[in-house]
């Protein structure tokens, strides 16, 4: 059967998503053949601010795992500073995040699904349906692979080639950009948060790790790298000081839901989980809870059901409460990105931290 490369589930992509479902399925039934496909390595590693939010915390917590220190890196930030560079107003709020290194937090998951399930590591660049069972082409360094699977599953994030293939696509999507700098102690803020109606209606981040400082940012796809710079140039000058010299530029597509058909968790022999099913904040891009919470929820579902039908029913039940959590999370974007009731709840204060008042 090896031989023949024929699975009972194709997996594409070992985000969180695709690791925590490979994990929980092999867990309850190691007898199906699973294949588990993505291209990453660290040098093409996903961008991200590798924040983990107490709700991520709380589904790793639940999932009885406990993470290793060698995914956390310096510092540990316990507020975020959030600036309005075009209505000049700075809070600050208390956020309880663990900061990690993205690429170490991937790999550490995605050990629990190395032991049954075959991995390999390669781009998937086509999927077909034939018949009642799905062919794969995939593109490794060394060769091309042709593989059948009886269930495909697309946690390939917001780019995801399986929702494209079989399914309508993101409405709403920034790119997003990050440049790494090397840390010289530049005065900006550990992790900030930052609006600019003139660059962007979305938001861009501040974070330092290790020996690095980013600065990164969600901008319309129509002249995405202009905006960047106006907006680094301006982000400078309201901070006092450049960033210097960028040792990294990356980019990537990022999804922003909106409305309930945004969200789409798939149809027949064909899911989606995480960033793919459209399971990402539109208010803060927080996407771990979201993409561990799905992977659990459809490999609940794979165990449960017994026909394709049980288990789409099955999982579209496990992730209602989701969908309507980040349903939320679209109407706070839609708020905190209007310049005028932004400026009212920062100029409040509400629930921001001060010294000597809280
Ligand atoms: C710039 C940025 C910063 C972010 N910061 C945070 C943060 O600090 N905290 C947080 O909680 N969330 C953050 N997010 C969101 C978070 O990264 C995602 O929501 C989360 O990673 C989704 O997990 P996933 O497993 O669904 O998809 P992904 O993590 O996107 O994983 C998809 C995987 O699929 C692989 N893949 C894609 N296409 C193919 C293909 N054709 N063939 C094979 N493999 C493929 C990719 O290599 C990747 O490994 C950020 C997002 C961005 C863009």
């Not at 983990?52 to 795992?65: G, H, T, Y």
């Not at 010299?245 to 064909?270: H, M, W, Y």
Request: aromatic letters at 10%; charged letters at 25%.
């Amino acid at each position: 059967m090896e031989n023949k490369r024929y699975y009972d589930i194709a997996v594409v992509g070992a985000g969180p998503s695709g690791a925590i479902l490979v994990k929980e399925i092999i867990k309850s039934r190691p007898d199906l053949k699973i294949v588990l496909i993505d291209g990453q390595t660290e040098e093409l590693s996903k961008p991200c601010g590798g924040l983990l939010s107490p709700s991520a915390q709380k589904v790793i917590a639940r999932l009885n795992m406990v993470l290793p220190k060698s995914v956390l890196v310096d510092p540990q930030i316990f507020a975020v500073q959030t600036m309005d560079i075009d209505q000049n107003i700075t809070r600050l709020y208390q956020r309880c995040y663990l900061n990690m290194d993205r690429y170490a937090f991937d790999k550490w998951l995605l050990s629990f699904a190395t032991q049954n399930a075959t991995i390999i590591n390669g781009r998937c660049t086509k999927i077909e349906k034939e018949g009642d069972s799905y062919n794969l082409n995939v593109v490794t360094a060394t060769e091309k692979i042709k593989l059948s699977a009886n269930f495909i599953v697309g946690a390939d994030g917001g780019s995801s080639i399986v929702r494209r293939t079989f399914f309508k696509g993101m409405k709403v999507q920034y790119v997003s950009i990050q440049q790494w700098y090397e840390d010289k102690g530049q005065n900006v803020p550990n992790y900030s948060c930052i609006f600019d109606a003139k660059t962007s209606d979305s938001c861009s981040w501040t974070i330092r790790k290790d020996k690095y400082l980013i600065y990164g940012g969600a901008f319309d796809k129509k002249g995405c790298r202009e905006a960047f710079e106006n907006q680094k140039a301006r982000l400078e000058n309201f901070l006092g000081n450049p960033f210097g010299k960028p040792v990294k530029t990356e980019a990537c597509l990022v999804s922003s839901p909106r409305k309930i058909k945004d969200f789409c968790t798939g149809k027949e022999k064909v899911f989606l989980v995480g960033e793919a099913a459209g399971f990402i904040s539109a208010s803060s891009f927080e996407g771990f809870s979201s993409a561990l919470l799905s992977g659990k929820a459809l490999a609940d579902a794979f165990i449960k059901g017994k026909t394709y039908q049980q288990i789409q029913k099955e999982y579209s039940k496990n992730t209602r409460s989701l969908r309507h959590r980040l349903r939320k999370r679209a109407v706070k974007r839609a708020l905190l990105c209007n310049p005028f009731i932004r400026k009212i709840v920062m100029k409040s204060g509400i629930q921001s931290i001060s010294l000597y008042n809280n």
